[in-house]
């Protein structure tokens, strides 16, 4: 299958800073990104989706003033946490797809959140 | 999303073959059934899709029935690497929507 990469796989930070979180397609062109965030023990929650060149599309409940989503190239996505809190800490998860309904998408290894 | 319902949790012996079944009565005729597993700490792998025939790939087979209400994921000779959480999703967009991840089945592998 085709490789997604996230960066940095794990960070610690202080409440109050930001944090980015980059996601890639390594071999192939990912039209459409999509966040998700996984709380312990619990299933994978969708947060965003976002689409090559225009503004993120956030699931109800999700601020996005907090959780701020570029995806400026075909093969690159970001997700910033600003102002983290401790409620953030969680294990934050992209996957890429080539956009195309009835494709399956492909998912970065995570990244795991911890705010002190 | 159609709603899907798995067990939450399965036991296989090594070397056999595990079958998990997956519940998906409300699936529409533009649904597919995706499978995806997630071993802890990581993110979750593609396994298979399929509409209305049965499917099969180099990792698993999967069996839907022919009403399309509800389906089984087959892997073949389970190992230990195996042990995952197995996500059964019915969905229409695929690759250009977001996933409804349920609670999926957690399958050990027993040696």
């Known amino acids: 299958g085709a490789v997604v990469s996230q960066h940095p796989s794990r960070v610690i930070c202080k409440s109050g800073t930001s944090v980015k979180i980059e996601c890639r397609s390594l071999?192939?062109?990912?039209?459409?990104m999509f966040w998700y965030r996984q709380f312990p023990k619990q299933s994978l929650m969708l947060m965003a989706t976002?689409?090559?060149?225009?503004?993120?599309?956030?699931e109800q409940g999700v601020e996005k003033d907090k959780f701020l989503i570029n995806h400026a190239s075909l093969t690159l996505s970001t997700l910033t946490v600003t102002s983290a809190h401790p409620e953030d800490s969680s294990f934050y998860i992209c996957?890429?797809?080539?956009?195309?309904?009835?494709?399956?998408?492909?998912f970065g290894p995570g990244t795991r959140l911890t705010v002190l | 999303d159609a709603k899907t319902t798995q067990p939450p949790s399965m036991d296989c012996a090594e070397g056999r073959a595990a079958n998990l079944p997956c519940n998906h009565s409300t699936i529409s005729g533009n649904e597919y059934v995706y499978w995806y597993r997630q071993i802890h700490s990581q993110g979750p792998q593609y396994i298979i899709h399929?509409?209305?025939n049965n499917e099969t790939n180099e990792m698993a087979s999967l069996i839907i029935t022919e009403d399309r209400k509800s389906s089984t994921l087959i892997l073949p000779h389970a190992t230990l690497r195996d042990t995952a959480v197995y996500y059964c999703i019915a969905s229409s967009g695929g690759g250009a929507d977001g996933l409804t991840f349920g609670k999926g089945t957690h399958l050990i592998i027993q040696p």
């Open positions: 996957s890429a797809s080539e956009g195309v309904i009835y494709n399956e998408q492909f």
């Open positions: 399929g509409l209305k």
């Open positions: 976002s689409n090559e060149g225009s503004k993120a599309t956030y």
């Open positions: 071999d192939f062109q990912a039209t459409t």
